[in-house]
């Protein structure tokens, strides 16, 4: 079915490049108007340009998501543009991998900060809008670290927990306001975050190669696994669809 976002203004952060990019693209061929919020502005610009030239409605907003201010001021600048948000993709994040012993407090933080504080200041700025407009769906980026854990990866795995939680949590608490949320959870994908961790793993003598990551999931995953997952949570396909977690893995979390 096309056109699944008609009508509606998708917000994506972390939609400059990877799996964000993406949504971003698929968002719009779905007839969304999106808006991309990234600390990469040559690429987010270079992105919201080349939609635009195909006809697509979509903005650029630059922002560093774990800063409320930022944040802040990206939601007003979308809305200004395209009118209030009504899908929100919770997607940017970051990875931290070392030995835990080898960890720093500024680990922790920065990387709660992107990953779970990021989701906490963006939904905070669009909830809203969401209720004002009479619902709105919200998708949370997690992973299968939230639930299966690796080596060298403590940080990054309680950061997606806490991901997991906030996707239930706000759920919960906004169902009968007309407000959905659902955390998609990924496996290993062919993004430069997911070229970055298997090399950083392999690196530190975890068996992230190509034969290990076949034998769990069949294959690396694509970007366009996790929008098109990300697509249906965000549309009105899954309109009884709310604090779940959609592994997208190749079975990684079946084994």
Known sequence: MADR???????????????????????ASEGAAVGIVDRNAALGEALAAELRATGHRVVFAA????????VEAAVAAVTAALGPV???????GTIVIKPFLETEEADWDGLFAVNVKSMYLMTRAVLP????????SIVCTSSISAVYATPMEVLYDAT???????ARAIAVEFRDRGIRCNAVCPGFIDTPHGRREVAELQALGVDASEEAIRAS???????????????Y??????????GAQLFVDGGFSAV
């Open 160 to 166: 997606k927990g806490a991901c997991h939680m906030f």
């Open 63 to 70: 922002a560093d998501v774990a800063r409320k201010s930022e």
């Open 233 to 242: 949570l965000a549309s009105d396909d899954s309109d009884f669809v709310t």
């Open 217 to 231: 999931q069949g294959r690396m995953g694509r970007p366009e696994d996790i929008a098109r997952a990300a697509l």
């Open 86 to 92: 009504t899908v929100l993709f919770n997607h940017a």
């Open 5 to 27: 976002l008609a009508g509606k203004v998708a917000l994506v952060s972390g939609g400059a490049s990877g799996c964000g990019a993406a949504a971003v693209r698929l968002f």
């Open 129 to 136: 809008q969401m209720i004002a407009a009479g619902g709105g």
